[in-house]
């Protein structure tokens, strides 16, 4: 079973994505910042990818991006960055500190459907 954490703390994004997340037949589990993500991560290591924001209160995305780097346990797990209000330069910054991939917002099914298949289906392999 395929687990998808969902981190952003609008939660009408957050239950947008997690929709489109199990519409495509994938656990998908909500949290509002990267703070909750972490523990989430750090006590269920079968999560497969997470999906996250950029802007948000406790530990921000990148945050999160960078301790998960850091830390050998969750390093190699997926994350897909989403935003509506950063621009190339911070997305270029972004994907250097680990990021997967970036996707902007309002995220489009058909692109996260993509992005998820192409990172589960590399895991797998």
């Given at each position: 079973?395929?687990?998808?954490?969902?981190v952003?703390?609008?939660?009408?994004?957050?239950?947008?994505?997690?929709?489109m997340?199990e519409?495509?037949?994938?656990?998908?589990?909500?949290?509002?910042?990267?703070?909750?993500?972490l523990?989430?991560?750090?006590?269920?290591?079968?999560?497969?990818?997470?999906?996250?924001?950029?802007?948000?209160?406790e530990?921000?995305?990148?945050?999160?991006?960078?301790?998960?780097?850091?830390?050998?346990?969750?390093?190699?797990?997926?994350?897909?960055?989403?935003?509506g209000?950063?621009?190339?330069?911070?997305?270029?910054?972004?994907?250097?500190?680990?990021?997967?991939?970036?996707?902007?917002k309002?995220?489009?099914?058909?692109d996260?459907?993509?992005?998820?298949?192409?990172?589960?289906e590399?895991?797998?392999?």
């Amino acid at each position: 079973m395929v687990k998808i954490v969902v981190v952003d703390d609008e939660k009408s994004s957050r239950l947008s994505i997690a929709r489109m997340v199990e519409r495509m037949g994938y656990v998908a589990i909500q949290c509002q910042n990267g703070k909750i993500a972490l523990d989430i991560l750090e006590n269920n290591p079968d999560i497969n990818l997470v999906i996250t924001d950029v802007e948000m209160p406790e530990m921000d995305g990148r945050q999160l991006i960078q301790t998960m780097r850091n830390n050998a346990a969750l390093s190699h797990i997926p994350i897909i960055l989403i935003s509506g209000v950063v621009g190339p330069r911070q997305i270029s910054d972004i994907l250097l500190l680990g990021a997967t991939a970036f996707i902007l917002k309002p995220v489009q099914f058909h692109d996260l459907k993509e992005y998820i298949n192409r990172y589960i289906e590399s895991k797998s392999l």
